[in-house]
């Protein structure tokens, strides 16, 4: 009685580590049908993977593992800048402010917050088509991260309403509300 | 008789009087247009001023990879000195772990940096610190002033950088005066005296010897005249001398003098005034030049050929001497400082082009990408300054390996020394920046532009766009797809039969996709271009930035079309990028001659391709350089460097390519020959050498492995393509587009048996 709750929670733990392709799984199923439940890892010599150790899809890792903001991964020059390019943006200057966060690039290439806001100085600008490819580069670099993609996802829907493309807008639109049901159903986010 | 001899006398008088009439109406007339010219060329726009080019300025924050060594380098290529005193703007003082400086003004486009003074300190090869050295106040970042690297003067030649008056250092006017015309302050124009002391100087040696032009007829002379020595010349230039000095006051005069006057010539370019005349011969602003170095720039005005200091140091050094000396005499330096500044050196730096024009290569594509905006007259006239992309360090990285690798490579494959020619382009992949070029072996000369203009056969740099085309179909390939290395024959209409072998003429059997990509084999990838169609292949070209004409016909896939590097690395910087397309850029901002903003190039990207292809294809260019043609560059890198590349190498070994990127950093080399013959070269033994040892230079960052959303990684055995669990012995990690990759289980696999969750169901008895 008390192994078969044992194996029914441990099977819905694994259960729980499935992606939604569902193809992956963290430890091989032991064969037999009186087999224990978690095996503990092999004890055969390690396979030798050519590459890396294998990364087993991992589940889409939890919110709070996220940066929030610019300055969680942006190195002192790179915060400076950024701050600097936001006295730009309200001082209604967004084309300095685009010339200080490429600067900030030229220093951290591929952070994804700098990407973002240079999406929202064009969007400033009236340069829509680029206000939506920096969002979508920005939306590449983050992998999945939620909290810049969902201001991504908003410069976007500007962009496309501003040029017209309101079918497109809505689509944004559609992506921004379901980032922020993502964000407001995670639990310990404001 | 007497009436007749009165009449006539009257007549005479009369005809003599109007003569003379005439003459003045003419002489005032002659006069009036003189003083026109005079006052249209003075007043009005009285310099076209090429714009200035400037480099990307080096910018200092704590973490910067740089140690003091890079920092000490840096400092003395924009002509710093090492002074312990910091005596003034653009000195330096260097300790093992910290760099102290005093860093010039400058205007930047986003506004000014005052001069200041600042610490630098190091923790090994990374920046730890930047204080404000007076204050002891951490900056977050400040950047050094920009490398003036060129400028686009107009077809005559006049080059030249605008001083004040009220900038220069005071020896400067002083000396000049006291060496050229010293009685400028007190005469009218022209100088009698001069002429006169001329004169029997001239007599006494027999020829001219001497001039007794004044500064203001020297002007009147650079301003208007050619150099003819003639009457009517000389009497041009009296009268507009008086003129002028009519109009104008002595120091506007000087002023003009100082901007006006020829000081060198590098080419076919000519070096005009004495802003310029600084950054020719000692790479810094006029006001930082020491007294021994403003003598030998007064020297150099009696005769800039002659006095040549590149050429005829001699000649220069004993001109400076005698500068020195009237200085001396004239009490504007103490005889203390005569004795030690007639024992320096002459401090004039580099060779030919003097460290002004230094990568015309480079300046030449930021002329034709300014054309594209701005008129001819413009740029030559308006005195803009162009801030550029241009990364000194990355160019000198990629100039010092041309130059060392082609002689080494031409020595071990016996080829005639010199006969090898070089291209070769470096740009930030995200931002399509282009930090350096490289147009031929003679870096410094601006003539055949191979960077830009030559359009050679890009081989098997062709490939990855096959292979990505491929990936694009997740239902029909992936990385682990097996192709057959087997020989093909072609017959399309109206051209013979095509039938391509692999370099090695060798079959190597069944390729997987990534592999034969890895090992560059041409049959498998002709056997896939031709199962894509070379209308889709052409179209991954074009949506990753190929602009050419080439049609799309089965030669494709094996690089039968004409690319430049830049244009390469173009193609390349998309796949580096994720699929986000930039346009090669090569100017970031423009400033008027006031240094307020004209206009930003702002970044432009797009994405053209979908990022996971992309990402598979990196994996496949990866193995290149772990696996295939690419893996000498680990001779030169660190093996934790993740890079990825591809070699290309043309037919009968015309052409040797070597493209690839590490993180932000996309390089092209091309090695070959201007006559389009057999190197014998392939890509890994005449590009890659190169490729390698610029990447090393540059730090390249490691790719990182992290997949995009699309993508999943999944753990492989390789010899039957199934999945594979830890007891397979070979088992690999291969990226896959979302639910393409193998569904069933290998037979090493302990789930072979079963399918998967079978366990699952076993215990609940289903």
Request: aromatic letters at 6%.
């Given at each position: 009685m008390r192994s078969k709750l044992i194996v029914a929670v441990a099977a819905l733990v694994l259960a729980a580590c499935?992606?939604?392709?569902?193809?992956?799984?963290?430890y091989p199923p032991a064969s037999g049908p009186q087999a224990e439940p978690?095996?503990?890892?092999?004890?055969?010599?390690e396979p030798k993977p050519l590459e890396a150790p294998a990364v087993v899809?991992?589940?889409?890792?939890?919110?709070?593992?996220?940066?929030?903001?610019a300055e969680q991964i942006s190195g002192s020059a790179v915060t400076a800048l950024m701050k600097q390019a936001r006295q730009y943006r309200s001082a209604g200057q967004p084309d300095r402010a685009a010339g200080v966060l490429e600067r900030a690039l030229r220093i951290e290439p591929r952070n994804y917050f700098v990407w973002s806001a240079l999406g929202q100085a064009y969007l400033a600008q009236k340069n829509y088509l680029q206000a939506e490819s920096v969002a979508q580069k920005s939306n590449a670099l983050a992998r999945g991260n939620v909290y810049v993609a969902v201001e991504n996802w908003k410069t976007i829907a500007a962009a496309r309403d501003a040029r017209g493309d309101a079918i497109g807008a809505l689509q944004a639109s559609a992506q921004v509300e379901a980032l922020q049901a993502q964000l407001s159903a995670a639990p310990g986010t404001p | 008789m007497a009436v007749s001899f009165r009449s006539v006398k009257i007549v005479a008088i009369s005809a003599l009087v109007l003569l003379l009439s005439i003459g003045g109406v003419f002489f005032a007339g002659y006069l009036i247009k003189l003083d026109r010219e005079i006052r249209d060329r003075f007043a009005g726009a009285r310099w076209a001023l090429p714009a200035q080019v400037y480099a990307a300025p080096q910018e200092l924050y704590?973490?910067?990879?740089?140690?003091a060594r890079d920092l000490v380098h840096e400092l003395s290529r924009l002509g710093y000195r090492e002074d312990a005193e910091l005596g003034m703007t653009g000195t330096y003082s260097a300790g093992a772990q910290r760099v102290d400086l005093y860093a010039r003004a400058f205007s930047f486009w986003d506004g000014p940096q005052p001069a200041q003074k600042l610490s630098v300190t190091f923790s090994g090869d990374i920046v730890s610190a930047v204080t404000d050295?007076?204050?002891?106040e951490a900056r977050d970042i400040v950047r050094l002033d920009p490398m003036l690297i060129g400028s686009i003067y107009p077809k005559q030649g006049e080059d030249r950088v605008l001083v004040r008056l009220a900038d220069l250092p005071p020896l400067l006017p002083k000396g000049l005066v006291a060496v050229e015309d010293h009685d400028f302050y007190s005469h009218?124009?022209?100088?009698l005296k001069a002429i006169l002391r001329a004169s029997v100087a001239n007599l006494r040696a027999g020829?001219?010897?001497?001039?007794?032009?004044t500064i203001t007829q020297q002007l009147i002379k650079n301003f208007f005249l050619n150099s003819r020595q003639t009457w009517n010349r000389k009497f041009n230039e009296a009268f507009m001398a008086l003129l002028l000095e009519s109009h104008y006051s002595k120091d506007e005069i000087l002023e003009a003098y100082l901007n006006e006057v020829h000081v060198g010539q590098d080419g076919n370019r000519a070096v005009h005034g004495f802003g310029l005349g600084a950054q020719f011969?000692?790479?810094?602003?006029?006001?930082?030049?020491?007294p021994h170095e403003i003598a030998l720039l007064v020297g150099i005005v009696k005769g800039p050929s002659y006095y040549n200091p590149r050429r005829n140091p001699k000649r220069a050094t004993e001109r400076r001497n005698l500068v020195l000396g009237v200085f001396r005499d004239e009490g504007l330096i103490s005889d203390a400082d005569y004795q030690q500044y007639v024992q320096m050196p002459l401090g004039v730096v580099g060779g030919?082009?003097?460290?002004?024009?230094?990568?015309p290569a480079f300046v030449q594509l930021v002329r034709r990408q300014l054309e594209a905006d701005y008129k001819e007259e413009d740029l030559t006239n308006e005195g803009l300054r162009i801030f550029t992309t241009l990364d000194p360090r990355a160019q000198e990285a990629l100039e010092t390996r041309v130059l060392e690798q082609l002689p080494l490579i031409e020595k071990m494959r016996k080829?005639?020394?010199?006969l090898l020619e070089a291209a070769g382009a470096i740009t930030s992949?995200?931002?399509?920046?282009?930090?350096a070029l490289v147009g031929?072996?003679?870096?410094?000369?601006?003539?055949?532009?191979r960077a830009l203009d030559s359009r050679r056969s890009i081989g098997s740099l062709a490939k990855p766009f096959v292979y990505l085309t491929a990936l694009q179909q997740p239902d029909q390939y992936n990385l682990e797809t097996v192709l057959e290395d087997e020989p093909i024959e072609l017959k399309l209409p109206g051209a013979a039969l095509w039938a391509p072998k692999n370099y090695d003429r060798q079959l190597h059997g069944p390729q997987h996709l990534y592999m034969a990509l890895a090992q560059s084999y041409n049959l498998p990838t002709v056997r896939l271009g031709l199962a894509l169609g070379p209308d889709a292949v052409l179209k991954t070209m074009r949506a990753a930035g190929y602009q050419g004409e080439?049609?799309?016909?089965?030669s494709i896939f094996l690089g039968a079309l004409d690319a430049s590097p830049l244009q390469v690395a173009q193609m390349y910087g998309t796949i580096a990028s994720g699929g986000f397309q930039a346009r090669p850029s090569a100017i970031r901002e423009v400033q008027t001659?006031?240094?307020?903003?004209?206009?930003r190039f702002p970044l432009e990207v797009k994405?053209?391709?979908?990022e996971g292809p992309v990402y598979l294809l990196t994996w496949a260019m990866q193995k290149v350089m772990t696996l295939g043609?690419?893996?000498?560059?680990y001779t030169q890198l660190s093996p934790d460097v993740v890079v990825a590349g591809k070699s290309g190498t043309t037919d009968d070994y015309r052409d040797a390519w070597f493209a690839g990127f590490g993180a932000d950093r996309v390089t092209v080399i091309w090695v070959g020959r201007d006559d389009n013959?057999?190197?014998?070269?392939s890509g890994s033994s005449g590009a890659l050498p190169i490729w390698s040892r610029v990447m090393k230079d540059l730090h390249v960052r490691s790719i990182e492995p992290i997949p995009p959303g699309s993508v999943e990684e999944i753990l492989i055995d390789p010899d039957s393509g199934l999945r594979a669990d830890e007891?397979?012995?070979?088992a690999v990690t291969v990226p896959y587009l979302?639910?393409?990759?193998?569904q069933d289980w290998a037979p090493?696999?302990?789930?072979a048996e079963q399918g998967p969750l079978q366990w699952l169901k076993d215990i609940f008895g289903h």
């Open positions: 499935q992606t939604t392709q569902g193809t992956h799984q963290i978690l095996p503990p890892p092999p004890a055969q010599p899809e991992p589940p889409a890792p939890p919110l709070a593992s996220f940066p929030k903001s | 704590v973490g910067l990879p740089l140690n050295a007076s204050s002891g009218s124009g022209v100088s020829h001219v010897v001497q001039g007794g032009s011969y000692f790479n810094k602003p006029l006001n930082e030049l020491r030919r082009g003097g460290g002004v024009e230094r990568y080829i005639k020394p010199g992949a995200d931002r399509g920046e282009v930090l031929g072996r003679d870096v410094r000369f601006p003539g055949f532009n080439a049609k799309a016909l089965p001659k006031e240094g307020q903003p004209l206009q994405q053209t391709i979908a043609t690419g893996r000498a560059a013959q057999s190197t014998g070269l007891h397979c012995y070979n979302r639910g393409s990759g193998p090493c696999a302990a789930q």
